[in-house]
Structures are given as C-alpha cells and as structure tokens.
C-alpha cells in the first residue's frame, strides 16, 4: 500500500527565509504528486501538482516543488516566506489509471510558522 | 459562481443521532470524495463516488453511509454507529484521474 511521510510536523522560519517543506512516498507504480495547503478550519487548496515531464513544478504563490525518484521525494520550497504563507501544509501521493476516481493518499501535514 | 459548497458549516450531534452533511458542487465534476480529518492524523477517505448511483468505501467506512442521486449532490450521513465523529468532514471533487479540489468543510461535534 502507498504511504505518504512528512517529517516534519511543525515548522518555524522567519519572514524573508526560504522554506523546503519535505515529503517521502513509498509507491510500486508512477504516482501522481500534489501539494495542499490549509488555513484554519478552512479547505484545501491545491498549490501544485507533478503528473509527468519536468520535475521541476512551478505553483501558486510562488512555490515550487522537485520530483526526485531516486528518492522518492517531492520537496516544496519557497525563496522568501511571507507572514500570509503561516498555514499547514499537506503532501498527497495519487493512483494513476483507477477509472474516474483518483484515490489520494495523504500525509500528516506540517504546520508553518512564521515569525516576523 | 462556480465550486464546491459544504453545509451546514459547524453540526452538532447529540449521542445516538444520526446527521447528514451536505456537498453540492456546479464543477460537473464526476467524482466526489468525502474525507475525515482529525490533528495530527491528515486526511482519511470515507467513500467515493466515480458515477451517479455507484459509490465505494474508502479506508475509514464504517459508521457512515452516502448516496449519490444526482451527479451535483454526494450527502454524507454520520450514524450513531459511528463511535467517534467529531471531526472535521471535507467533500472533495474531481474529473476523472485528475486534480481533486475541495470544498470549506464542515466542523462536526458530537455533544
């Protein structure tokens, strides 16, 4: 069964820092890859995704994150935190090839911080 | 205004009640998912549905039930057979094995 580690359960970094948020799969095919974030007590909005082609995904607010199979690693990083990106953080791993239902696996999340 | 709509957005539930969450979406997706989060446990698949009037459990199935008569429409009902439902429910949709997008939520709390 797929599984989807986030080391890290809370992170603090101050305004202005770069952040690397880490995420560590265990999966037998060619997963698909995703990056949630969560402010409190709202929803999920997705900041990037890796389905296939280059490793190197570009999101929304500025974040990035690198596919690396020898690894099994889907890093996400941001060159300077804003005090906004203060939320939690969620990696998600995907089945490919399941009908029209895509089943997501999810990590336990890490929560940022940021200090001023 | 297009999206996903969960209601209502706080739910309380006395012991031995059964309770319905709502999720309505205007995507025309057709997949519907509902999770359960709790802290420190991310999120966990109660059942999906690939089509209107199929759907199959997910991981944590037991205690709640859903139907989906309508592609729009995925109600989940929490039974009291379900031991411990406070949490927070997060309906989700996507089109076929593609991105799922996700709906406010709703903050269940059993009284």
């Known amino acids: 069964a797929q599984s989807v580690t986030q080391p890290d359960i809370h992170i603090t970094v101050s305004e202005g820092a770069s952040l690397e948020l880490r995420c560590n799969y265990s999966y037998g095919a060619t997963p698909y890859l995703f990056w949630y974030v969560q402010s409190p007590g709202q929803g999920l909005q997705l900041l990037l995704k890796?389905?296939?082609?280059?490793?190197l995904v570009q999101g929304i607010k500025g974040f990035e994150a690198e596919f690396k199979r020898s690894q099994s690693s889907f890093n996400l990083r941001k060159p300077s935190v804003h005090w906004s990106d203060a939320a939690e953080y969620f990696c998600?791993?995907?089945?490919?090839?399941?009908?029209?239902?895509?089943?997501?696996?999810f990590g336990t999340g890490t929560r940022l911080q940021v200090t001023l | 205004d297009g999206g996903i709509t969960q209601s209502p957005k706080y739910l309380f539930r006395k012991e031995g009640q059964n309770v319905t969450l709502s999720c309505e979406q205007n995507?025309?997706?057709?997949?519907m998912y509902w999770y359960r989060q709790d802290p420190g446990q991310g999120l966990r698949l109660i059942y999906y549905s690939q089509i209107v009037n199929d759907f199959q459990k997910g991981d944590i199935a037991e205690g709640y039930s859903v139907s989906r008569e309508k592609k729009e429409s995925f109600p989940l009902t929490v039974t009291s057979a379900q031991k411990n439902p406070t949490a927070f429910y997060l309906c989700?949709?996507?089109?076929?094995?593609?991105?799922?997008?996700f709906g406010p939520g709703t903050r269940l709390t059993v009284l």
């Open positions: 998600a791993v995907g089945l490919i090839n399941t009908g029209t239902a895509s089943k997501l696996t």
């Open positions: 989700a949709t996507s089109r076929e094995t593609d991105t799922q997008y």
């Open positions: 890796y389905f296939s082609g280059d490793t």
């Open positions: 995507l025309n997706h057709d997949a």
